[in-house]
């Protein structure tokens, strides 16, 4: 889904999210997943406005157990950070906006951090991009090509 900017996702992936409470799906059926560490403040500010039971991954304080014992809690974490789990909805934000830190700022690493992303997801895949960007606008060009 095209937004018009970084809060613009956050809000869109929150309203989805509270639609899908509405129908029963639990907050640990969810994980949102984001491009770049200071996305995290703006997904807590959102979130916690709005009640969210929320656990956000940190990275390398949060073993992947632990991660998966946090509880009934909306889980958001970093691309790279939850590589080998899979849940049932994945929200993907910020595809535009990618940053690891200690690795090369490439398309390359960034298109491998989006799969990553993009892979965690076992039945529905929700993403978002703002911005301009090659792999936004190459994920938007394959959506349209799908929809046509």
């Known amino acids: 889904m ?8 956050i809000r869109t992936i929150a309203n989805d999210i509270a639609r899908r409470r509405e129908r029963g799906v639990e907050w640990s059926q969810m ?3 984001y491009g ?12 916690t406005s709005l009640n ?9 304080r949060t073993n992947k157990v632990r991660v ?14 939850l590589k080998g789990l899979e849940f049932s909805v994945v929200y993907v934000c910020g595809v535009n906006k990618i940053f690891e830190a200690g690795a090369s700022e ?27 960007g090659p792999i ?13």
């Open 106 to 132: 490439d398309d390359s690493t960034r298109r491998r951090l989006v799969y990553v992303a993009l892979t965690r997801a076992m039945d529905e895949l929700f993403v978002t991009v703002s911005g301009n």
């Open 136 to 148: 936004g606008q190459a994920l938007i060009d394959a959506h349209n090509r799908l929809s046509a």
């Open 52 to 60: 969210f039971p929320y656990f956000n991954v940190a990275f390398n």
């Open 31 to 33: 994980v949102v997943l």
């Open 2 to 9: 095209q937004c018009a900017s970084e809060i613009d996702e």
């Open 36 to 47: 770049h560490p200071e996305t995290q403040k703006k997904l807590y500010s959102v979130f």
């Open 68 to 81: 998966m014992s946090a509880g009934n809690v909306l889980r958001t974490a970093t691309y790279q950070l």
